[in-house]
Nanobody, 119 residues
Framework: QVQLVESGGGLVQPGESLRLSCAAS????????MGWYRQAPGKERELVLSITSGGSTNYTDSVKGRFTIRRDNAKNAVYLQMNSLKPEYTAVYYC?????????????WGQGTQVTVSS
C-alpha cells in the first residue's frame, strides 16, 4: 500500500509560480509512474505531467515549456513546478502513483490540493 501526501496548493495571481509536492510512503515499487493530474469543475480529470521510475516524462501539450516535474528519489517525492500560471489552470491537482510488479498492477491517488489562479 502506498500513501500520497500532497502540499503546495493555494491561491496565486496570474503570472506567478507555484510548486506542488507529493511524497509517497509505504510500499515503494521499483517500477512506477508518478505525477499529477488535475480536474476543474465540470471537467474530466486529465494528466498534467508525470515521470516514470526510469526518468521518462509524459505531459499535456498545454503545459509544455511552462511546467516541469522533478523527482527526489531519496524522499520518494515528486515536485511539480508551475510557472507563469494562468486562470485556466485553476483546478484540483491530484498526485497519482501507478506501479507494476510482475503481473500485478497498483494505482493510488492523493486527496487533491486546490490551485486557484485569480487576480
Amino acid at each position: 500500500q502506498v500513501q500520497l501526501v500532497e502540499s503546495g496548493g493555494g491561491l496565486v495571481q496570474p503570472g506567478e509560480s507555484l510548486r506542488l509536492s507529493c511524497a509517497a510512503s509505504g510500499r515503494i515499487f521499483s517500477s512506477f509512474v508518478m505525477g499529477w493530474y488535475r480536474q476543474a469543475p465540470g471537467k474530466e480529470r486529465e494528466l498534467v505531467l508525470s515521470i516514470t521510475s526510469g526518468g521518462s516524462t509524459n505531459y499535456t501539450d498545454s503545459v509544455k515549456g511552462r511546467f516541469t516535474i522533478r523527482r527526489d528519489n531519496a524522499k520518494n517525492a515528486v515536485y511539480l513546478q508551475m510557472n507563469s500560471l494562468k486562470p485556466e489552470y485553476t483546478a484540483v491537482y491530484y498526485c497519482h502513483y501507478q506501479a507494476r510488479e510482475g503481473i500485478w498492477r497498483y494505482e493510488y491517488w492523493g486527496q487533491g490540493t486546490q490551485v486557484t489562479v485569480s487576480s
